[in-house]
């Protein structure tokens, strides 16, 4: 008899697998087991950044959040997020640390700016952490699903409010991480839908 659970799941995996194949997020040379990182991508986090800002209207530190939703979201979707940042563990939820020290010299702190020419787009308030939106950069840096994804996360946010914004980067991955580490990718991933078929194929597989 054929188990229908286990081939939906099947299918399921292959479907991520490919996905992640098709967006290059691993490859694995001969006789080689890779694990599977991201490269931070600075002009899709200053377009990201800037999108959300103008978007929402919110804070510095709202957005920070809707980074990780969104990219998240994309990971979950799509089998890779949208600005490949590095997320920590901090305590007001998971934040991405480039754009995060980015902003910080934005509003006038001595970090190093990770964000193309990001003066002329964005002002951070030093007082309120208001985000000004100067002008938008070119979208033509993101892809269809990438601003499909930062969309939703702006609707979950017009629809819920920043509170579930919050508690959506207070998530399972979040609360397995010391507060102020780096959050590990595999957790990230166990995280998502699926996440759990997918990241113990990829740990067996391509992890180092």
């Known amino acids: ?47 990201a950044t800037t999108y959300l800002a103008n978007r929402s209207g919110e804070t510095m530190y709202t957005i920070l959040k809707m980074v990780y939703v969104a990219d998240r979201l994309h990971l979950e979707r799509y089998g890779r997020p949208i600005t490949g940042d590095r997320f920590i563990a901090m305590k007001e939820g998971a934040c991405p640390s480039k754009i995060y020290d980015s902003m910080k010299v934005l509003r006038g702190g001595s970090n190093h700016n990770y964000l193309p020419a990001s003066e002329h787009y964005l002002e951070v308030d030093a007082t309120t952490y208001d985000v000004i939106v100067k002008d938008m950069p070119s979208l033509d840096a993101l892809s269809a699903s990438e601003i499909e994804c930062l969309d939703e996360t702006v609707s979950i946010l017009n629809r819920l409010g920043r509170w579930h914004i919050r508690n959506l980067a207070h998530d399972v991955a979040w609360k397995g991480t010391a507060r102020n580490a780096p959050m590990e990718f595999s957790a990230i991933v166990k995280s998502v839908e699926d996440g759990d078929i997918l990241a113990r194929h990829l740990e067996t597989r391509f992890s180092a």
């Open 1 to 47: 008899m054929i188990n229908t659970k286990q081939t939906a799941q099947s299918r399921n995996l292959l479907t991520l697998l490919e996905r992640f194949i098709h967006f290059g997020v691993f490859s694995m040379p001969t006789g080689t087991k890779m694990a599977i990182q991201f490269e931070f991508e600075p002009e899709k986090a200053l377009v």
